[in-house]
């Protein structure tokens, strides 16, 4: 039996996140350029989107460029940019065909004209579509959306327009990039590597994390099912006990 045979249906999780690792890897172990990774890496996203459509996933967080991947040689930032770029604009047709709507997160001010350009024309032809919820973390990282939340709760508290009393987790929550959008039921990395690497720390609070040795560009709708199952074989319990959570 298949893991997507055995996956229960009243269980899918309602929001996967997943930190997309390991195209470099793949690449190298192939005798070939990272860029090939990257180019098989795109070709990964399309098949796990089709996936959580099928399922019925209702959103999908991909983190495809950090703020400290602006760190890595020029050459390959310049090819990623382009590449995702690229291929959103080629996307937008397909979402449309399965009713994606098309989100980012991150800092778009230090996008290219273009990207950023691209990117806004995606998410204006695909707002009215009302499935899968398809969120790319682009120029993202967890410590910068933190910030940049405390920045905005702090000016406002200086205007008069907030009281210091009435910060609270529902506020923060409604000042980081992801206001409106349900916390993460599962999070999956691939690669083997075991960290979350600056990614939705707040939202991550209570979600399930899967690791798993497979490279992004191997990652299937076969792997993927792999991870709902074992989701759905755990107990989550935000705190409470098993006696309770049975009630």
């Known amino acids: ?4 045979e055995q996956i229960r249906k009243d269980r899918i999780p309602r929001h996967i996140a997943i930190i997309m690792d390991g195209n470099g890897r793949w690449a190298k172990a192939r005798g070939k ?5 990257h180019q098989n890496g795109v070709l990964a996203v399309d098949k796990i989107t089709v996936a959580c459509v099928e399922l019925g996933v209702e959103y999908l967080t991909l983190y495809a460029f950090s703020t400290e991947n602006w760190n890595r040689p020029t050459a390959e930032v310049d090819f990623l940019m382009d590449l995702m770029s690229e291929a959103i604009k080629k996307y937008i047709e397909k979402a449309c065909k399965n009713n994606v709507r098309l989100l ?4 778009m001010s230090r996008l290219t004209d ?3 350009n691209n990117l806004n024309e995606a ?3 695909t707002e009215k579509n009302d499935g899968l919820k398809l969120v790319i973390a682009l120029s993202y990282s ?6 940049d939340a405390v920045k905005k709760i702090a000016e406002k508290a200086k205007s008069g327009e907030l009281d210091p009393s009435q910060i609270d987790e529902d506020l923060v929550s409604n000042h980081l990039t992801t206001a409106g959008i349900p916390d993460p ?3 999956i990395r691939t690669s083997g590597e075991y960290r979350i690497s600056n990614f939705l720390m707040w939202q991550l609070s209570y979600s399930e994390l899967y690791f798993t040795e497979t490279l992004w560009p191997d990652f299937d709708e076969e792997e993927l099912s792999k991870a709902i199952v074992d989701y759905q074989k755990r107990e989550r319990r935000f705190g409470k006990t098993s006696e309770q959570i049975s009630k």
Not at 1 to 4: E, G
Not at 33 to 37: S, T
């Open 185 to 187: 039921d599962l999070m």
């Open 1 to 4: 039996m298949t893991y997507r």
């Open 104 to 107: 980012v997160i991150g800092d």
């Open 142 to 147: 967890s410590r910068w959306e933190i910030v």
């Open 33 to 37: 350029e990272r860029f090939f990774g």
């Open 114 to 116: 273009k990207s950023r």
């Open 123 to 125: 998410m204006r032809l």
